[in-house]
Every structure is written in structure tokens, then in C-alpha cells.
């Protein structure tokens, strides 16, 4: 069986783009499709969490438009990026998805759950946010262009570490560990994303946290998510405040009982790596009990 260091990159025309993707894992049950962060890539996951994830049901990863091997220019909005994901699965034959985002990509998945629930099994959303809404906050300001700003390997490496984990000895261990096996792959990587398609990211995660977004946006739309959903994060985030987990989590509730909330102890935006192997088990859990309440 294929893991995340040795799948093959594949690609199918998406709208007119060629969108590279890699579709791995066990060749029985629903698909788990994932939505990347800011600046991400396919190769950008944990592999520890992607082949203990992938022992179970296929994996399906991607680069979306203007991102690692994929062509076009990265959408304006969230609610765009989520077409292109929805498209996909649609190109590939997929009817039905397990839909897991992280970060940016929790943003986008929230938007393709709202937008194609009729494809969408189930909904996993980590490190995330509703877009503006009462009770949204915003986290320091030095963390978004630490991020933006990197354009080594050695300033990406500096950048994530300091962001994704707390500065202490231990922590810091933790994030090179994760940042090592992340490089586990060595060949057919997908390239770091450009600055100008950096930018346009950052251009939609300003739209999605600015007034007058309700066409585009998540917040007043999230009772209307009727499928299991599962809100994960660290409980000291500093990137995507975990406040905004709970404030989404407390939307969805108006509307949908079966969601659940779930923050790893004395961790930050970096949780799914740091509790990879735990977090693999959370997910298989919530994925494949027949019911969740």
C-alpha cells in the first residue's frame, strides 16, 4: 500500500486545470478528503497522521488552483477554493466524501459542506474559524507575516515552528520531529507557493474575516450543516484563536446537535501533529461509528 511518502502525484482536469492530487490508502470505504492550511501543500501533512489514517479508507490530498503542482490562480474567496475541491470529487467519480480542513482549509471545508452537502458524509474541521460573526477574535499580529514572509526552506522551517508550537524547549522538539517527517518525502514534492499566490490567500482570508461577507462566508449560514461534525483544536491557539472554535461550535448547535467539540491539552495550532497518532484515532472513531450521538 501506497503511504504519503510514496504515492503517486496524479492529475484530472478540473473546469480546464490540470489539479494534481494523490489518491492512496485502503481501496475499500468513503474517501477522506484534505483541505490544506495557508501556504500548504499536499506535502505539507503529517505523515504519522496520513498512514494512520490511510490503513483504514482512501486518502485523497490535492493542490488546489495556484497551489504546489496545480496551475490557475488561487480563488479570491473560500467559497471559490471549495468549488475547485467539490469539483474534483466530482471528476474523480467520488459520490460520496468524509471532508476533513485544516486551518484556511477548515474555512474552505466548512464552505464545501454548506455549498455541496449532498456530497459531504461527514465533516472534521481543525484549527479553524466561522467567517466575521459576534464573538470572532483575532490572535497577536505577528504570526500571519511570519508566515507570509517566509521564502526559504530554513525562514518556512522558522516560520511554522514558531507559529504552529510554543516557544519551550519540549515544544520546539516536537515541531523539528514533525518538521522532519514532513520531508520524509523526497521525490515529486510539491513546490513551496509562490508570492503572488501567497498573496491571493491572504486576500481571501481578509474577505472571509470582513463585514458584508454573508454571500461568501460561513457564519450565518452554519445551522443549516445538518451532518456529524467534529470541531477540533488545541486549547491555546494562537494562529486561529481556539475562542473561534467555540464560538462555531456553538453556531452549528443552533441547528445541529450531532457536533462535537474536542481541544488536545497544553497545545496550539500545531494539535494534529503534536497528537498525531491521537488525533488519527479521534478521526477513525468519529468517522466510522454509526452513530454519533
Known sequence: M??????????????????????????????LLFNQHFRGTMDHWDPLLINNLAKTRPILLFDSYGVGKSSRN??????????????LVKALGI??????????GGMVAQMIALNAPEVVRRLIIGGSSPSYGEGIVSGPDWPFP??????????????????????????????????????????????????????????????????GNEE???????????????IVNGDDDIIVTTENSIVM???????????HLHLYPDTGHGFLNEYSEMFA???TLFLDMQRVV
Open 2 to 31: 501506497s503511504t504519503q511518502q510514496t504515492a503517486k502525484t496524479q492529475y484530472v482536469d478540473v473546469d480546464g486545470v490540470q489539479v494534481a492530487y494523490r489518491l492512496f490508502g485502503s481501496s475499500t470505504g468513503v474517501p
Open 74 to 87: 488561487v480563488p479570491d474567496t473560500f467559497a471559490g477554493w471549495a468549488t475547485v475541491a467539490v469539483n
Open 95 to 104: 459520490k460520496e466524501i468524509n471532508v476533513f480542513g485544516f486551518s484556511m
Open 146 to 211: 511570519k508566515l507570509m514572509k517566509a521564502s526559504t526552506p530554513e525562514e518556512s522551517e522558522d516560520a511554522f515552528l514558531s507559529t504552529f508550537y510554543s516557544h519551550t524547549e519540549e515544544k520546539q522538539r516536537l515541531g523539528r520531529e514533525w518538521w522532519a517527517r514532513m520531508n520524509e518525502r523526497t521525490e515529486d514534492r510539491s513546490p513551496y507557493v509562490s508570492p503572488e499566490q501567497t498573496a491571493r490567500q491572504a486576500g481571501a482570508a481578509a474577505k472571509w474575516f470582513s463585514p
Open 216 to 230: 461568501s462566508g460561513s457564519y450565518h449560514r452554519l445551522h443549516e450543516l445538518k451532518m456529524p461534525i467534529f
Open 249 to 259: 461550535h456553538k453556531q452549528i448547535l443552533k441547528g445541529n446537535k450531532n457536533a
Open 281 to 283: 484515532a479521534h478521526v
